[in-house]
């Protein structure tokens, strides 16, 4: 098997994102363009609320192996704006809490 870029890894991780939020009923919607603020938004169709995302990839601690919070932080135009940073691991999302400092596994309310 061919290796793949660490490029190609992070789309799929942003494809994975995206699925893992179409299975969750959000309708999702990706930037056509690598270099965009938002990677993704999707919206909760029930309650119209709606989440703008910027998928990151995990990092993981070398002590233990275990998911960090140490991840790309956003800049302070998105966190003005309300951007989420996102990754995607194992089945699982998580996200960075308002002030980038503590990981939270995302559930489908409005978070």
């Known amino acids: ?4 870029s660490s490029h190609k890894k992070g ?3 942003e494809l994975n994102l995206c699925a893992f939020l ?3 009923g959000f309708e999702v919607f990706r930037n056509t363009t690598p270099d965009g603020m938002i990677d993704i938004i999707a919206v909760d169709i029930d309650t119209m609320y709606t989440h703008y995302i910027d998928s990151k990839s ?3 601690s070398q002590k233990d192996g275990s998911l960090t919070n140490r991840i790309s932080i956003l800049d302070t135009n998105q966190i003005s704006r ?3 940073a996102m990754i995607y691991n194992d089945n699982k999302v998580y996200y960075l809490d ?3 400092e ?3 596994e995302f559930v489908d309310e409005a978070t």
Do not use: A, T, V
């Open 1 to 4: 098997m061919p290796k793949i």
């Open 11 to 13: 789309g799929l991780r």
């Open 22 to 24: 179409i299975e969750r």
């Open 58 to 60: 995990p990092i993981f």
């Open 82 to 84: 309300g951007i989420k």
């Open 98 to 100: 308002k002030d980038n």
């Open 102 to 104: 503590e990981l939270k």
